[in-house]
């Protein structure tokens, strides 16, 4: 049911009833997320509650795909805004994840023609918009109750700030449109990067530990570069260690 801008969107208290789940095996798992946005009536706070394909309790399937091309693409954003009173309805990926296990919080779950995914957090936003307007190379929070884990042994790309923090690639972007594989930007992502800031690089390790992230407060701080691949901050306060 549709509702005035001036209220607060059902969508917003999503988290209510949120219970903890585990997904293992996610390591290149194609997925979408959905941010829909709306300012919290208590606040004024502009925030998107942000759902995710790979949290349903459907498992992940064989293909490791859970967001279907055919399916993305039909998604009707002016019809999400209209029906849940939102000033911002927009999408993140496809992407491809470079973790292999995550623990959330997971919520209500949400359909996006067709494309099912639950609720797994709630992104603090700037300004009303597309979650892709994000400025490349600005980190932001998002709230979110969960822990990810690459293994040992797992090839992870980093960037490197002006400022001495290391940034894990969590989610590789494919979009509807993809310019590079992932194997490719594995192997050559360093000589593509046209925009990075001053004193930044990029580089590729082979974990010689596991990685874990469990954010300090059950706030991460995240990060899209030039490609709108998505960043995790590593290191005190967000993960075990920083690569």
């Not at 949120?18 to 709306?38: N, Q, S, T, W």
């Not at 992104?123 to 109750?145: F, H």
């Not at 940034?167 to 046209?194: C, H, V």
């Not at 490609?227 to 901050?233: C, E, G, H, L, S």
Request: proline share 5%; glycine share 10%.
């Amino acid at each position: 049911m549709a509702t005035d801008q001036t209220d607060e969107p059902v969508v917003l208290s999503d988290s209510d009833g949120a219970v903890f789940g585990r997904v293992d095996g996610m390591h290149r798992v194609r997925y979408i997320e959905m941010f829909l946005a709306g300012r919290k009536a208590e606040t004024g706070d502009l925030v998107a509650a942000c759902y995710n394909t790979m949290y349903g309790d459907w498992g992940i399937p064989d293909s490791k795909d859970t967001a279907p091309q055919d399916l993305v693409a039909g998604i009707d954003f002016d019809a999400l805004k209209a029906e849940y009173g939102l000033l911002g309805a927009s999408l993140n990926g496809p992407k491809i994840w470079t973790p292999d296990w995550s623990e959330a919080m997971i919520g209500t779950v949400r359909d996006f023609n067709g494309v099912k995914a639950p609720w797994v957090a709630q992104l603090d936003m700037k300004k009303a918009g597309a979650v892709a307007d994000v400025t490349p190379y600005e980190p932001m929070t998002i709230a979110r109750d969960s822990r990810l884990g690459w293994p040992a042994g797992t090839k992870a790309m980093l960037l490197d700030d002006a400022d001495g923090n290391t940034w894990i690639m969590k989610g590789f972007q494919l979009g509807l449109e993809p310019r590079f594989t992932y194997d490719d930007f594995l192997a050559n992502g360093a000589s593509y990067f046209t925009n990075l800031p001053a004193g930044w690089s990029f580089r590729v390790v082979t974990l010689e530990q596991e990685l874990i992230e469990t954010p300090e407060n059950g706030v991460a701080t995240i990060m899209a570069d030039e490609f709108f691949n998505v960043y995790d901050k590593t290191g005190d306060g967000q993960m075990n260690f920083q690569p």
